[in-house]
């Protein structure tokens, strides 16, 4: 099964960038649907974006304008740009794989990463 390594968060000031990445322990061409969630303290893991092979992105309505998500699959990686930080992104970011798409929104795959911790200073 393929494993998740997320890399690049940090400590930054609002207004600040990060770019974040995925690195899958094997190839991802035929991974459809990857993606990333967050979770604050205290609160429910969240959809951040997802990206399709097909170039479909989603994006939660939070970061739409802000964050930008894509992926390589010859390095089998995925990337989360994230702009114009604000206080409110931090959170512990994951990189999820092999989403599914229903009529209600993506569901998480079976796929985790560890997490990397964003921390969003005022």
């Known amino acids: 099964q393929v494993q998740l390594v997320e890399s690049g968060g940090g400590l930054v000031q609002a207004g600040g960038s990060l770019r974040l990445a995925c690195a899958a322990s094997?190839?991802?061409?035929?991974?459809?649907?990857m993606g990333w969630y967050r979770q604050a303290p205290g609160a429910q893991r969240e959809l951040v974006a997802v990206i399709t092979n097909g170039g479909r992105k989603d994006y939660a309505d939070s970061v739409k304008g802000r964050f930008t998500i894509s992926r390589d699959n010859a390095q089998n990686t995925v990337y989360l740009q994230m702009n114009s930080l604000k206080p409110e992104d931090t959170a512990v970011y994951y990189c999820?794989?092999?989403?599914?798409?229903?009529?209600?929104?993506?569901?998480?795959?079976?796929?985790w990463g560890q997490g990397t911790q964003v921390t969003v200073s005022p």
């Open positions: 999820n794989a092999d989403q599914l798409l229903f009529s209600t929104g993506w569901a998480p795959g079976d796929y």
């Open positions: 094997e190839s991802i061409f035929n991974i459809n649907a």
